[in-house]
């Protein structure tokens, strides 16, 4: 079995959404203004993956953080909706278990809930590296999770369209905002690709631009003034 991270309490958060808060970091998976409400906000719009989807243009996108899946699936859920191909790749090196997983009740926050039954249906119960999932009866729907440091994962250039920057704070987990990531998740976004977060550091803005990028400030979603939109320059 996964060991499962030392969570000891379930949050519902300002739009009614749940997520969990891990006690390792002191922080919950999602922010509990609103859990879903910032998925789409930060990630799913900002990024302009959702708009995509809906136009029918086929989407990669490389995630930084599974966490509880929040995310990866309301993004998953519009690539249904659209009938739109999306291949997602989602980087974790500290998964939360199945029944972590199913506490958050995605199901009820998403058009296609067998979405989040066949990720805790496939949901890995021995370590293993990666895993490719089969979400939907939908071939073009590729998530593959790799349970990886995303300070070690070997990650292709010039693929994906968008990066979901998701790890926890600076403060406490600053491994996947060091430069040398920033840097390799440039290489992987295609030029003109755009990594998003919630996070909007000033210390971030400027290593976003060290590396190559031109940085945008968002205005964020409840209890969050500004987010980032960094695009790759060339
Ligand atoms: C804010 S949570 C992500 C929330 C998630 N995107 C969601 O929608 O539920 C941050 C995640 O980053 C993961 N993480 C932290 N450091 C990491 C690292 N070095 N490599 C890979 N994952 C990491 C944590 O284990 C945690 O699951």
């Not at 919950?28 to 990024?47: H, I, K, M, N, P």
């Not at 990531?181 to 690709?193: E, I, S």
Request: with cysteine; glycine share 10%; charged share 20%.
């Amino acid at each position: 079995m996964i060991a499962e991270p030392p969570i000891t309490s379930i949050v519902t958060t300002g739009d009614g959404s749940l997520t969990l808060r891990s006690t390792r970091y002191g922080e919950t998976y999602r922010s509990d203004r609103g859990a879903v409400g910032e998925a789409r906000q930060v990630f799913l719009e900002a990024s302009g993956i959702g708009a995509r989807l809906q136009a029918g243009l086929a989407c990669r996108v490389l995630e930084i953080g599974f966490g509880v899946g929040t995310t990866a699936l309301v993004t998953a859920d519009v690539a249904c909706s659209a009938g739109t191909a999306l291949e997602l790749v989602s980087i974790e090196n500290d998964p939360v278990s199945v029944s972590q997983l199913g506490e958050c009740q995605h199901g009820g926050w998403i058009e296609h809930s067998p979405l989040l039954e066949n990720l805790i249906q496939q949901w890995p119960t021995e370590p293993v590296s990666r895993v490719m999932l089969k979400l939907s009866e939908s071939p073009a729907i590729q998530v593959e999770l790799r349970f990886e440091d995303v300070c070690h994962v070997a990650l292709p250039t010039d693929h994906f369209d968008a990066v979901y920057l998701d790890g926890f704070s600076h403060a406490c987990n600053p491994e996947p905002w060091s430069v040398p990531v920033l840097a390799r998740l440039r290489d992987a976004l295609v030029p003109g690709g755009s990594l998003v977060t919630y996070s909007s550091r000033g210390q971030l803005q400027r290593d976003l631009r060290g590396v190559g990028f031109d940085v945008e400030r968002l205005i964020g979603p409840a209890g969050k003034r500004e987010t980032l939109r960094a695009r790759r320059a060339g």
